[in-house]
């Protein structure tokens, strides 16, 4: 089958949609990590930043690999122990924050501190995910870790977007 960029990006929207995320999930953790730095910060610019980030095939990428790897984990499909590492969310198993590098790159070094500060402190659909891997069957170790890498670089594409 021919994969066009069109292609990815639909498919990985669907993707977080069905996985019980929304783009103003996303939107909203971008603004929370620039408003101290930009007064004039508006939703809308994050909105924007976030729809550059969701539009790279890197990004597609590691969306797809590591939102297939949790469902697979959900469904108990995979081989032990993998499948075990991956639906406890093993705090040493680190594949997952390991994937979403690429994404956290895309504009530079402002977007992995931004990745590690999220990754520590949970905003907003980060923690309620987190919360909904370990008190119900859902399995959301990669998404945790996609949602705060997009975020981290779209915070960094407006950063940059910004300076003089
Ligand atoms: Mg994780």
Redesign the pocket.
Known sequence: MIVTKEYMKTRCLALLKERGVEIADITQIVYDLQKKYIPTLSMDICEEAVDRVLSKREVHNAILTGVELDMLAEQGKLSEPLQSLIDE?NPLFGI??ILVLSICNLYGSIGLTNFGYVDKTKPGIIGRLDTLGKTTGHCH??M??IIGAVAAAAASSVAHNNAL
């Open positions: 969310d997952d924050e170790t990669f945790d870790d």
